[in-house]
């Protein structure tokens, strides 16, 4: 199942994708796609709705994050060798977690929108994890059965300020539009394996990035035990899984994002995510 929201920013309904592919709307069904209607037994309802009888989404909508009151955005750093590699760093001995701030979501094609002083400002394709019902303290062999499902993420990352302003990750990583998340949240039955998905970035038509997530160090199962060691995950918790290879940071010369720059991202199975690059105020 693929479930979306669209609209409005701030006025987001609930869809889903039908058999057909085709885009439907779900407000007669649920008010929402919250982290309750994402629990087991909520998307146990949902599967149930005959997507063809609900009523049809003409044009192109705009596509919001979609879930709506996530309660935490949690990071895996240098998650995949080859990046790690690229950027100069050890390849770390247990996951790096960190945060980005939940007023960095946006939708999966709105702008990103660089601070005026922003210089390095650079992109990376992830996996994202949505979690469906609290974990804590899981093993690996139980911890997929905690996860909702999947969606792409974009995690938009401003290097000076993450690395060169000294202290934590967070503040390169938490401005506004920085955490593209969508288009869909694409249920766990409906991947077969998440150590199996390619993923990829082009920046202006040009692929700068083109990994698979079987090259993660920690995989998917790992991750979220590992997390649920440090803090009790709740439904609607979302975790990115870290990013290959290809960022602006490694290469030579650096390359970074710059007012009217096209991102296009995917991973497969899940979507597909395309934003212009804005200077703010």
Same mark, same amino acid.
């Given at each position: ?32 796609? $919250? ?196 803090? $009790? ?9 870290? $990013? ?38």
């Amino acid at each position: 199942m693929k479930l979306f929201r669209h609209g409005a920013i701030g006025r987001e309904k609930p869809g889903l994708i039908d058999r057909s592919g085709k885009l439907r709307d779900l407000s007669k069904i649920i008010d929402d796609i $919250t982290p309750e209607a994402i629990s087991p037994q909520e998307l146990e309802k949902l599967e149930a709705v005959d997507g063809e009888g609900l009523p049809l989404i003409n044009g192109k909508p705009r596509f919001g994050c979609p879930v709506a009151g996530i309660r935490n955005f949690i990071a895996i750093g240098l998650n995949y060798t080859d990046h790690a590699e690229e950027s100069g760093l050890p390849v770390p001995e247990e996951p790096i977690i960190f945060n980005k701030h939940l007023s960095a979501i946006c939708g999966p094609n709105d702008d990103i929108v660089l601070p005026r002083n922003s210089r390095k400002a650079d992109w990376e394709v992830e996996l994202g994890i949505f979690i469906g019902q609290p974990a804590k303290a899981v093993s690996e062999a139980d911890a997929l059965n905690h996860v909702a499902g999947y969606t792409v993420v974009n995690d938009v990352s401003e290097r000076e300020y993450q690395i060169e302003r000294k202290g934590q990750w967070v503040k390169g990583k938490s401005l506004d539009t920085f955490g593209p998340v969508g288009p869909w949240l694409v249920t766990r039955d409906e991947v077969a394996d998440p150590q199996a998905l390619p993923l990829w970035l082009e920046l202006n038509g040009e692929r700068v990035q083109n990994g698979t997530t079987a090259k993660m160090i920690f995989p998917v199962r790992f991750l979220v035990s590992y997390v649920s060691q440090f803090m $009790t995950l709740m439904a609607g918790d979302l975790i990115i899984t870290g $990013t290959p290879a290809g960022v602006g940071m490694g290469m030579k010369p650096p390359r970074f994002l710059a007012e009217g720059d096209r991102i296009r991202l995917s991973v497969e199975g899940l979507g597909e995510q395309n934003q212009l690059v804005v200077r703010g105020d």
